[in-house]
């Protein structure tokens, strides 16, 4: 099942706090960013964060699924309407992320 644009268009604003967040279209879902760095995506109309250690422990409770067939479990954020908490849980994770790989 493809996302759809007002989902994506509602992680969007509740992502406005933060000052560059991007997206990416890739086969009907899309793949976010934060200052240049991945920090998850809109799969099937979920929001789904890499699981790295600072997203784990600001989501102990936070179910791990895949967003597609074949890739590797991400975190389930169900807490979407609070924008401070989605602002903290990205902010968390930055330094943790890996940088964007460069194109050759």
């Not at 604003?13 to 998850?40: F, H, N």
């Not at 401070?84 to 194109?103: N, Q, R, T, W």
């Amino acid at each position: 099942m493809e996302s759809s644009k007002d989902y994506l268009e509602f992680i969007l604003e509740q992502l406005s706090e933060l000052d560059v967040i991007t997206y990416r279209a890739m086969m009907g879902e899309y793949i976010l960013y934060y200052r240049g760095k991945i920090i998850g995506g809109v799969y099937d109309n979920r929001f789904l964060v890499k699981p790295v250690q600072s997203a784990i422990d600001y989501l102990p409770n936070a179910e791990y699924e895949l967003p597609y067939d074949g890739a590797k479990e991400m975190l389930l954020v169900s807490e979407i309407d609070d924008k401070a908490f989605l602002s903290g849980l990205i902010h968390v994770m930055y330094d943790e992320l890996p940088d964007a790989k460069k194109k050759k």
